[in-house]
Structure formats: structure tokens, C-alpha cells
Nanobody, 120 residues
Framework: QVQLVESGGGLVQPGQSLRLSCVAS????????MSWYRQAPGKARELVAT????????NYKDSVKGRFTISRDNAKNTVDLQMNSLKPEDTAVYFCNAVRRLDGRRYDYWGQGTQVTVSS
């Protein structure tokens, strides 16, 4: 079965850094675009960053550009999110997402989420 497992969340002070990691199994990881989403209390889930299957192109939500970096290691089936200069507004549950196309349809898979809290 497809499985995505996140780690690395925690409580940090503003200006500090965290690195999130997601390990994937159960599908051909090297063929799948990967993304990080987040959801804050009372807010809709939003796309934070996405990376192409070979890791050559990345895109970011405007508010995290220059602070966050998404990367992947297809030999290890992992995708990471390096988060620098964290702000209280970054507080959310962060989710790893994988996309597969089967029989002409798009399927999204999700991890369980990891909590990131930025507070003094």
C-alpha cells in the first residue's frame, strides 16, 4: 500500500529553522511529483511547495519564497522541506503529498501530518 510518513515537526522560536522529511513507499516514487501542504486552525489546506519527479523544478507559495526549500532524494524515496526564518504565521500542520496517474485519473496520497509551531 502507498504510505507517506512525515517527521521533523516541533516547537521553535521565530527566526529559527526546521527541516521536515517525508519517506514514501508503495509506488514508483521517482515518477511522482511531490508536494508539501499545510493547514492552520480555521484555514483551508494550502500548497506550500512542489517539486517535479526528477527534482529539477520547484515552486513555492509566495509567502515562503526565499525562506523554504523543497528537495528530494529518489534513491531514498524521501522529500524534505527546509524551513528557515520561521514566523508565527507558519504555524500549521504540514502534510506530505504524492500524485499518481492511474487509468487516466489523478490520485492524491497524504501523510498523517506533522505539527509545526512557531512561538516565543
Amino acid at each position: 500500500q502507498v504510505q507517506l510518513v512525515e517527521s521533523g515537526g516541533g516547537l521553535v522560536q521565530p527566526g529559527q529553522s526546521l527541516r521536515l522529511s517525508c519517506v514514501a513507499s508503495g509506488f514508483t516514487f521517482s515518477s511522482a511529483p511531490m508536494s508539501w501542504y499545510r493547514q492552520a486552525p480555521g484555514k483551508a489546506r494550502e500548497l506550500v511547495a512542489t517539486i517535479t519527479s526528477a527534482g529539477g523544478t520547484a515552486n513555492y507559495k509566495d509567502s515562503v519564497k526565499g525562506r523554504f526549500t523543497i528537495s528530494r532524494d529518489n534513491a531514498k524515496n524521501t522529500v524534505d522541506l527546509q524551513m528557515n526564518s520561521l514566523k508565527p504565521e507558519d504555524t500549521a500542520v504540514y502534510f506530505c503529498n504524492a500524485v499518481r496517474r492511474l487509468d487516466g485519473r489523478r490520485y492524491d496520497y497524504w501523510g498523517q501530518g506533522t505539527q509545526v509551531t512557531v512561538s516565543s
